[in-house]
């Protein structure tokens, strides 16, 4: 009976005190709820505190307002060093955790000249960090790193040799040592030539089993010239590569000749500075005395539909266009312009066009090449149904013609701007960015200042040089249009091109 009376006593206390609270937000807020039926405002009470603090909630996303955005990206002089006139990178300091990471880049071209120096140069690439060393076996290496938790991965392409070194901090110096020694003196383990043989042939023989991988051998073999960049070894090749091979076409490589190197991790900067003056003070290597050079890529001028037939259901396409290479006064406001067009997604138009008003495509974007040593491509890919392949690239057409006609909007060109602008952060999220953008910044040869000038020159894009850029990149007369899929996808298209599977590859 007495606990009967406690629990309808406190329930008559909380009803009490819940009636009040109700009767006092409402009373007060209200006629200025009725007022603002833009915002939903609760007053919250201050202990000690008479004046009361109202926040207000919008009723909805569109009456969110944030603070105008303001980024000042990382200086790279802040982070550069120089350890010799041949030997510079940066330093990030970072305390936050307990590692360490490293990456080195050796600026040195390694490109073949023959059918068999083809497949050397593909084993050769991994077998620096698989063929153990000529001091440890693979398994000892493999071992030691596991027992740290610590990774090294490295290898060639045809402007530099690299290699990166991830750790605790307190096994940084230990694992770049041993980084050193697997790409300074490389072994190139017989058995694990074989196993690396094993695994490349397969590769090889199974390179076009998806549409997409066949798509971009088509892409590269109807747009780009013959080069030695470009050459494809065959199953055989790979066979007779052998462990003299390696060493002989591996002679001069990781040679500290020309080194950009990137650091960041928990360790100072005057401690990583004395550290790397030791570390290549001694680097044992012979340089190349016939070191190779890394033509630029030459593109072809072939306007026309190309099509390797597939039994599959969906056409893969892509539609290029010869671009530019890098600086160039085009690349920015083409840029933008490629934004508008497909690379915003669900604001851009061939997106709201082609998927969103028409179900003909998941995905349809553009795209605009970027580099600093090749001539690039201007891009257009989708996948449709194969049977809706011709009218897809009718929509595409219609939206080019009127993107070069009428121009963007200017919603549409401030949201692009505004994009990529705002994209700026994503490249310096840790410190690990920061170093390592940086130092393949300077690798490629970007300016000190490059991220100030980026934000100024896409502010400055006007409506008129979008257009521009449209019609002079992306026009559908002299764009190569590549198709992977059954033979429907293309039976109303005009003069079409079929090139056979087994003709894709680049040979000398």
């Keep these: 009976m007495k606990n009967k009376f406690l629990l309808a006593t406190f329930s008559l206390v909380l009803f009490a005190c819940s009636s009040t609270s109700n009767t006092n937000v409402s009373a007060e807020t209200k006629n200025e709820v009725l007022a603002k039926p833009d915002t939903v405002q609760i007053k919250k009470s201050v202990s000690n505190d008479s004046a009361s603090k109202v926040s207000q909630i919008p009723t909805s996303y569109k009456n969110i307002v944030f603070p105008e955005f303001k980024y000042n990206t990382p200086d790279p002089l802040t982070y550069r060093v120089e350890i010799s006139d041949s030997i510079t990178g940066y330093i990030v300091e970072d305390s936050s955790l307990p590692l360490a990471s490293f990456k080195v880049i050796f600026k040195e071209a390694t490109v073949p000249k023959s059918a068999k120096e083809i497949a050397v140069k593909d084993l050769l690439s991994g077998m620096f960090r698989r063929g153990g060393s000529l001091k440890n076996s693979i398994q000892t290496i493999d071992d030691s790193l596991e027992f740290i938790s610590a990774s090294i991965s490295g290898g060639l392409s045809s402007r530099s040799s690299s290699f990166s070194v991830s750790a605790l901090s307190r096994d940084f110096k230990q694992t770049a040592y041993l980084a050193k020694e697997i790409f300074t003196s490389p072994a190139f383990d017989s058995t694990s030539l074989e196993i690396q043989k094993a695994a490349t042939i397969t590769n090889f023989e199974r390179r076009y089993d998806t549409p997409a991988a066949v798509l971009s051998a088509l892409k590269t073999k109807v747009n780009y010239a013959s080069s030695p960049r470009l050459y494809d070894a065959t199953s055989e090749e790979y066979r007779q590569v052998s462990r003299k091979d390696l060493i002989e076409f591996g002679k001069g490589k990781f040679n500290p000749t020309r080194v950009i190197f990137a650091f960041a991790g928990n360790i100072s900067k005057d401690s990583v500075v004395d550290f790397l003056k030791k570390y ?46 890098r600086p160039h006064p085009d690349y920015y406001p083409a840029a933008v312009a490629s934004f508008i067009l497909g690379g915003g997604g669900f604001s851009s138009r061939l997106t709201t066009r082609i998927r969103s008003d028409e179900g003909l495509a998941y995905s349809v974007y553009s795209t605009v090449g970027n580099s600093y040593f090749d001539s690039t491509l201007t891009t257009i890919a989708l996948q449709t149904k194969a049977e809706q392949t011709g009218f897809a690239l009718k929509l595409i057409e219609e939206e080019i013609l009127k993107l070069a006609k009428e121009g963007p909007t200017e919603e549409e060109l401030l949201l692009a701007k505004k994009t990529l602008i705002e994209s700026l952060p994503s490249l310096f999220a840790t410190s690990e960015d920061i170093a390592y953008n940086f130092a393949e910044d300077e690798f490629i040869g970007k300016k000190a200042n490059h991220y100030t000038e980026y934000i100024q020159e896409i502010e400055s894009v006007s409506k008129e040089q979008v257009q521009a850029m449209i019609s002079k990149y992306f026009a559908p007369e002299k764009m190569t249009i590549s198709i992977v899929g059954p033979a429907v996808a293309w039976k109303d298209l005009p003069n079409v091109k079929i090139i056979p599977l087994d003709s894709l590859e680049i040979r000398p």
Excluded: C
Aim: charged share 15%; hydrophobic share 35%.
């Design 280 to 325: 290549f003070a001694d680097w044992n290597i012979s340089p190349n005395k016939n070191p190779d050079s890394a033509e630029t890529l030459k593109l072809l001028h072939t306007p026309g539909i190309y099509a390797v037939e597939r039994p599959v259901t969906q056409a893969n396409i892509s539609m290029n266009q010869p671009f530019l290479k």
